[in-house]
């Protein structure tokens, strides 16, 4: 069973810093493109940031360049989002997602980041 599983958020203050991991079980994960979407209360699910399988190309959303950075561990099964000078208009539940030609694609169940002072 294909399993997505995010942690690392939380709350933090504005201006602060924060990294999310997700990792995979149950499918070959250097195989898979991953991304990190967000979804704000109110609004749609929005693509962040993506990943290729082995990481040499990385590509973000406007909005996060030079703030947010997309890595990924191949021997670990995860990947990470390293999130800087956060502002409360980052707030939203992310969730990680796995790609592969052909394959199901797959989401994560989510995690929560609140920023506020």
């Known amino acids: 069973q294909v399993q997505l599983v995010e942690s690392g958020g939380g709350l933090v203050q504005p201006g602060g810093s924060l990294t999310l991991s997700c990792t995979a079980y149950?499918?070959?994960?250097?195989?898979?493109?991953m991304s990190w979407y967000r979804r704000s209360l109110g609004n749609e699910r929005e693509w962040v940031a993506s990943?290729?399988?082995?990481?040499?190309?990385?590509d973000y959303v406007d909005s996060v360049k030079d703030r947010f950075t997309i890595s990924r561990n191949n021997a670990k099964n995860t990947v990470y989002l390293q999130m800087t000078s956060l502002n409360p208009e980052d707030t939203a539940v992310y969730y990680c997602?796995?790609?592969?030609?052909?394959?199901?694609?797959?989401w994560g169940e989510g995690a929560q980041v609140t920023v506020a002072s």
């Open positions: 997602k796995a790609v592969q030609y052909r394959r199901p694609v797959y």
């Open positions: 990943i290729s399988t082995v990481g040499g190309r990385t």
């Open positions: 149950g499918l070959n994960f250097h195989d898979y493109r």
